[in-house]
């Protein structure tokens, strides 16, 4: 099965600043890769699928990169709402599997 | 729109099976897509649990394949979870989720229920 290393766990920040969060494939995963936002008490909501492209209604200052084992999420500008949980999924093989989670606080 | 709505016990006992089902609002289970569950344990992450395809294609959570099944009712328009010999470890908040292929690229899990949590405990 195909393990899926997020970094860092926890992350302080402020409004305004520009985040970066990693994701790590334990194998090649082309550019199969998923990326949520979950708030406390609510069901996770896609934000970037194919490694790189925006759901639809999400704001452009997320944006996701990468490809094969290696994946970033960024944040080019915190705003308030963005302070949340953010998970990874990779959707190469049948057996779907996230990332452990990087939950971004504000500093 | 398309909704999903969780239901189904949210205290069962030790040893004991979950039964959870998720009925579905805004589209026919029988036209298309993925189904799945996803279970979140208080405090922690995501686990991806199984998914089934409208014909009843099922896939599993290699970790939890033995005690998992997946079904699908297209008459009711829901499709159901149940998980056997629960101990207190699946204690969690049980999602149920749409796998989409519509996305250039790939699949991913688009709607989502609210979540129902479920205790596992005598």
């Known amino acids: 099965d195909i393990q899926m290393t997020q970094s860092p766990s926890s992350l302080s920040a402020s409004v305004g600043d520009r985040v970066t969060i990693t994701c790590r494939a334990s194998?090649?995963?082309?550019?199969?890769l998923n990326w949520y936002q979950q708030k406390p008490g609510k069901a996770p909501k896609l934000l970037i699928y194919?490694?790189?492209s925006l759901q639809s209604g999400v704001p452009s200052r997320f944006s996701g990169s990468g490809s094969g084992t290696d994946f970033t999420l960024t944040i080019s500008s915190l705003q308030p709402e963005d302070f949340a949980t953010y998970y990874c999924?990779?959707?190469?093989?049948?057996?779907?599997?996230f990332g452990q989670g990087t939950k971004l606080e504000i500093k | 729109q398309v909704q999903l709505q969780e239901s189904g016990p949210g205290l069962v006992k030790p040893s004991e099976t979950l039964s959870l089902t998720c009925a579905v609002s805004?589209?026919?289970?029988?036209?298309?897509?993925?189904w799945g569950w996803i279970r979140q344990p208080p405090g922690k992450g995501l686990e991806w649990i199984g998914s089934?395809?409208?014909?009843?294609?099922?896939y599993y959570n290699p970790s939890l394949k033995s005690r998992v099944t997946i079904s699908v009712d297209t008459s009711k328009n829901q499709f159901s979870l149940k998980l056997s010999s629960v101990t207190a470890a699946d204690t969690a908040v049980y999602y149920c989720?749409?796998?989409?292929?519509?996305?250039?690229?790939?699949?991913?899990?688009?709607?989502w229920g609210q979540g129902t949590m479920v205790t596992v405990s005598s």
């Open positions: 989720a749409r796998y989409s292929g519509d996305y250039p690229g790939g699949y991913a899990f688009d709607i």
């Open positions: 805004g589209y026919s289970i029988s036209s298309g897509y993925y």
């Open positions: 999924q990779q959707s190469y093989s049948t057996e779907y599997s």
């Open positions: 194919a490694a790189s």
């Open positions: 194998q090649s995963i082309s550019s199969y």
């Open positions: 089934i395809y409208h014909s009843g294609s099922t």
